[in-house]
């Protein structure tokens, strides 16, 4: 059983579809299909959302031209403001450079083809050699990893994980069973059902440590309405907390899964689920004084949430420092 298509899923591969027909025109439909693993229903339906694409007023000079003939054949004629030079801050190049590696790892994307030599002239223009722009984007997730993992979900069979968990601050050995891989905000990750939690988890592959695949069906296959969202579905149970951030830290509203309650010239208040503790320790930290912890019920030493973890950071910083005291000291 397949699991269902995520709009990211789907912006993805239309941004490596779409280069491709227009470097290869005159393919038909069933070969362009073929190409990128796709039902012709599904190649379609793209190609309806790109044939929208365009900028206003949305006349036939501003909008891609997406053709297909009576024979099937498909070709893609792009607007006119793509001929205009693209103008990119160094924060928006180094964005869409970071997105290459999952654009360029669409099933049909071409490795030599326009978009991958438009990453390659990016690249240049950054200064970013190709080992870096990985590294930025996907993290260190090895081929065999993802193979085994996409294998077991596609044959719906258990895998046994070692897996360091991020927000705990602990290794475990987990066995699940793969339901989706997907890469998302940078890092490949897999959901799937876990039978350590009994319940559906999202896994962070550059985390596993190691991967087994077992011979066995696993009874655990994906549900008809496996949620494919993003990477953060909130259980039931995990805390609400309030936030007030800074104007400089309005980022926290835009860049995690949270609802603004309040918005004035000077500050904005958020709710925000948490998970895990640690998560939410780490993240007051780094915003320090441009966030307050305004309310956490149901969370124990709310109070004393922020010193308490201070405190932790300096204490393994005193054992750090204490540790390396014999070695030689510079003035400054």
Known sequence: MSARTTASDRMRRVLAVVPWIVANPGHTVADVAARFGLSEKALLSDLDVVFMVGLPPYSPDSLVDVQIDDDGRVSIHLADFFSRPLRLTPAQALALLAASDALLSVPGADPDGALARAFVKLRQALGIDADSAIDIHLGDVSDGVLDLLRTAMTEIRPVTITYYSFGRDE???????????????????????????????VFRVDRIESAEAHDEPSPHGPPSDLDAGGVYNPRADDPVVTLRLTPEAAWVAEYYPATVIDRTPDHIDVELVVSERPWLERLLLRLGPQADLVSAPGMDGAATLVSDAAARVLSRYEVERTGANELPTTSR
């Open 171 to 201: 290794r475990s050995t987990r066995r699940i069973t793969p339901w989706r891989v997907f890469a998302d905000a940078g890092a490949w990750y897999v959901h799937a059902w876990c039978e350590r939690a009994d319940g559906e988890r």
